[in-house]
């Protein structure tokens, strides 16, 4: 009932910058959290960062200071500002986000994944 398209991955030198997106659609009343999260091959998923609606985010500690999330909530879009991207970065980054439904459920979406691969 939602579908979360994500968009903007691809290859970067070190040092370079990349935007992610992620747009949400479907049955949505409203949208409170919404976050990227990585995995690297080998890795388990962490919380890159989150956000919510009334503005509070919060960062891992390898990615502060770097790393910018925000959020059109009209458009029910995230996006996600890497810049001084490190090798170590490369994963594929989903988005998440907490959906309250028109029919009063909640529930937590992913998107599909977007591939980020910091190489020289």
């Known amino acids: 009932q939602v579908q979360l398209v994500e968009s903007g991955g691809g290859l970067v030198q070190p040092g370079g910058s990349l935007r992610l997106s992620c747009a949400a659609s479907g049955r949505i009343f409203s949208i409170d959290g919404m976050g990227w999260y990585r995995q690297a091959p080998g890795k388990q998923r962490e919380l890159v960062a989150g956000?919510?609606?009334?503005?509070?985010?919060n960062y891992a500690d390898s990615v502060k200071g770097r790393f910018t999330i925000s959020r059109d909530n009209a458009k029910n879009t995230v996006y996600l500002q890497m810049n001084s991207l490190k090798p170590e970065d490369t994963a594929v980054y989903y988005c998440?986000?907490?959906?309250?439904?028109?029919?009063?459920?909640?529930?937590?979406?992913w998107g599909q994944g977007t591939q980020v691969t910091v190489s020289s």
């Open positions: 998440n986000a907490d959906v309250r439904l028109w029919n009063g459920v909640r529930d937590d979406y």
């Open positions: 956000a919510t609606s009334g503005g509070s985010t």
